[in-house]
């Protein structure tokens, strides 16, 4: 008689698509993390001084901060001084037009199916492609500009809108906020720069691509959104990594800012390498993303399908500064294999009558371990404030597992908060009704699965939402028969 | 011609044997109920045939239109035309009923080589189906079973069933936990569907089913053989008289 977990569990064994490596000479810095790389990178980038000195400063607080180790995720210690902070493309000098980047590269991203050129046009997308750690293009740049919209690498934004970047960088995740955090702000080599003018609705859906590319190099993004009164934009976050051996860090910061009545929606599908079945290799994924609901009625919304890594520490949070402003938190976590994902959001109610809404979805098949931990506290003149939780879990085999943390802090006595939580498991009689139906096993299983995600898939972006269906039935597809 | 024919038929579940010995004809048209105590191996005469995992044969043959069903997997039994209706239906979270449908149809028509159906002609099909059973579209926008009421559950099988038009409908213990309405529901669905091809098990405890689903043929299973076969007066006979006389016979 067969084992039916052991079954379900075959049909889970992902296949990782995107395994390929790029071959373009690299300037690459040597590892270790010194002031002196700091000053390299600064200095690479034509930063000017108060850049240079607000790296250093997070350097110096970073040196005298604890790793933190309260996760519910295992791993070896990371040596730091193993990582290079700096790799560039060597032809990153500034593209006049996508005919003059290096072919290779657009190779790379016809791989992974990047929408550029007229694709991105058709798709109405503007792409903002990081490769490794430096902004090679980006299109839509005119039509955005008409718009007043301004949409650009992290660096660039340094150079052009200092005031812009001065004014809001790290103020919603400051330099000494955590390990990773400190450190990200230190040896950021780039990212993307959105600033959406008064009263302005973004014309078109923001995306970037990013990818790991060269061997052992950490990549630090940081992304700085502001959406000023009265503006609306969506941005989308696309993520995938070439298959390498060795661990690789990746530690982004993602800050936003909604003023009055500003409303920013962040989706992320993130489909870096999870390592092998045998839990080798793998991403290490320890992000800051955080949003600052600053002015009144404001309202910031993150959607996240997370597949892939090897450990994903992430916990997308929105701050409710402003009175009447809202949060949400919609995410769909897989874990299978030897992946550990220990993730979920905070929710800080601090303005009056303010509201939050969380839908967390994990699915752990194969050994995988899925944390949901969330964060709801409600400060003492947040009064009226609101909370839903919603936290589902989803097992496919035995060996795995799920976890909740669920933290409630509420400090004013109008607070209504509410939370339910889920396990489910899919069962022999499951799969056995959809077979007895005609349908196949690997069908069954991402029928069940698409079905157990539809709260959150509805948040996203149309094309995403086909995305990341996509993802997860790879991510399932698998050993059958 | 025959539908289905079992012989002699030993299977076991985790090692330990349930059925011993079953043998039962079916031929085209016809209606055999299988009646019979709890534990005698009803439900799981009803699983060996639509294949479910971890029900093992021993020994004996089970012939479908004269082909061997046990090398058939679940899917390829019911692309083949072998439907079951569950004593209890799971609950499909998320999944939308039409949707499941469609893909069990579209699934189906695949294996046998036909054109699938678009979402138009097969919404066609579903209104045809729902107007021949006389029965309302309020289970079809909500998903799979989920929040189903006992009688909402087994009429949505009998539905499934309608649009998916087997060959051979085995229906286990469709009867139970249904009130008078539902069970009347229920078995004109079966009526309307009884033609002079498609055969029917129908598994029960009661005779109850048997007055409005009139069979054709009805067998006593007892301790995992069909111990007695015989005519509608039969589950009347068993109704009043309980399987005690049966047991006393058999002993003798």
């Known amino acids: 008689m067969s084992t039916g977990n052991e079954h379900i569990e075959e049909l889970v064994k992902r296949r990782y698509e995107p395994g390929f490596f790029t071959d373009i000479e690299s300037d690459t810095v040597a590892p270790g993390l010194s002031e002196d790389v700091i000053r390299f990178i600064s200095e690479k980038k034509n930063e000017p001084g108060w850049m240079t000195q607000w790296r250093l400063k997070a350097f110096e607080l970073w040196q005298n901060m604890p790793t933190p180790e309260w996760a519910h995720v295992h791993y070896p210690p990371i040596d730091f001084q193993a990582i290079s902070y700096y790799s560039a493309p060597k032809s990153a000098a500034k593209y006049k037009s996508w005919d003059e980047v290096d072919p290779k590269l657009i190779e790379t991203y016809d791989k992974l199916g990047v929408p550029l050129h007229e694709r991105a046009r058709l798709a109405g997308v503007a792409v903002d492609a990081v490769f490794d750690s430096v902004s090679v293009g980006t299109t839509f740049r005119k039509e955005l500009a008409e718009a007043g919209v301004i949409f650009c690498s992290m660096s660039e934004a340094i150079t052009e809108h200092p005031e812009l970047v001065r004014r809001y960088l790290g103020t919603v995740v400051p330099q000494s906020d955590n390990f990773y955090a400190a450190l990200n702000s230190a040896v950021f080599t780039d990212g993307s720069f959105v600033w959406i003018p008064q009263g302005t609705r973004c014309p078109m859906e923001l995306s970037t691509y990013f990818r790991i590319n060269e061997l052992n190099t950490g990549q630090f993004e940081r992304t700085l959104i502001v959406a000023e009164d009265d503006s609306y934009v969506s941005y989308l976050e696309g993520c995938t990594a070439p298959m390498r051996d060795e661990n690789q860090l990746h530690a982004a910061v993602v800050e936003l800012v909604a003023q009055d009545r500003a409303q920013i929606k962040y989706s992320t599908v993130q489909n870096w390498y999870p390592g092998d079945e045998n839990g080798k290799g793998g991403i290490y994924n320890f992000v800051t993303k955080r949003g600052d609901c600053r002015g009144e009625r404001s309202k910031i919304s993150w959607t996240q399908v997370e597949t892939g890594s090897a450990i994903t520490w992430k916990y997308p949070s929105c701050i409710l500064r402003g009175d009447h402003s809202s949060g949400e938190f919609y995410s769909v976590a897989l874990t299978h294999n030897h992946q550990q994902a220990d993730t979920g959001t905070k929710m800080i109610h601090i303005g009056r009558n303010t509201s939050s809404h969380i839908i967390s979805k994990g699915i752990s098949a194969g050994q995988g371990q899925n944390a949901y931990r969330g964060l709801v506290q409600v400060q003492k003149r947040a009064d009226n404030a609101r909370n839903y939780t919603q936290c589902d879990s989803l097992l496919i085999g035995k060996r795995c597992g799920a976890h909740t943390f669920p933290y409630i802090e509420a400090r004013n006595p109008t607070a209504h908060i509410e939370h339910e939580a889920s396990t489910s498991r899919i069962s022999e009689d499951h799969l056995f009704y959809c077979l007895q139906r005609g349908i196949g096993e690997e069908d069954a299983v991402s029928m069940i699965v698409d079905g157990f995600c539809k709260e959150v898939f509805k948040e996203l972006p149309m094309e995403f939402a086909v995305e990341a269906k996509k993802l997860l039935e790879v991510s399932l597809e698998g050993a059958v028969g | ?252």
């Not at chain 2, 025959?2 to 079953?22: Q, T």
């Not at chain 2, 209606?31 to 004996?60: F, H, Q, W």
């Not at chain 2, 029965?135 to 189903?148: P, S």
């Not at chain 2, 004109?188 to 005779?207: E, I, P, S, W």
């Open chain 2, 1 to 252: 011609m025959s539908v289905l024919k079992i012989d002699k038929l030993h299977a076991s579940v985790e090692g330990k044997p349930i059925l011993k010995g079953l043998s039962l004809e079916v031929k085209e048209g016809e209606v055999a109920a299988i009646m019979g105590p709890n534990g005698s191996g009803k439900s799981t005469l009803a699983s060996v045939l639509a294949g479910r995992d971890g029900y093992d044969i021993d020994s004996g043959t089970i012939t479908y239109f004269g082909q061997d069903l046990t090398e058939l997997a679940a899917e390829e039994r019911a692309c083949a035309g072998v439907f079951l209706a569950f004593q209890y239906p799971v609950e499909i979270p998320g999944v939308n009923n039409v949707y499941f449908l469609r893909a069990a149809l579209n699934a189906q028509r695949k294996a046998r080589g036909e054109e699938e159906l678009d979402s138009m002609a097969f919404l066609k099909l579903v209104r045809q189906r729902l107007k021949q059973l006389k029965i309302t579209d309020d289970l079809l926008h909500r998903a799979v079973n989920e929040g189903f009421s006992g009688g909402e559950k087994k009429r949505n099988e009998i539905f499934q069933m309608a649009v998916l038009e087997p060959q051979l409908a085995i229906l286990d213990e469709t009867d139970s936990g249904l009130d008078i309405d539902a069970l009347k529901i229920v078995s004109d669905g079966v009526n309307d569907l009884r033609d002079d091809k498609r055969a029917f098990v129908v598994v029960t405890h009661y005779q109850r089913l048997l007055e409005h689903i009139v069979p054709d043929s009805v067998h006593v299973l007892m301790d995992g053989r069909i111990v007695k076969s015989g005519e509608r007066d039969l589950a009347l006979k068993l109704e009043e008289d309980g399987y005690g006389w049966l047991e006393k016979e058999l002993a003798a």
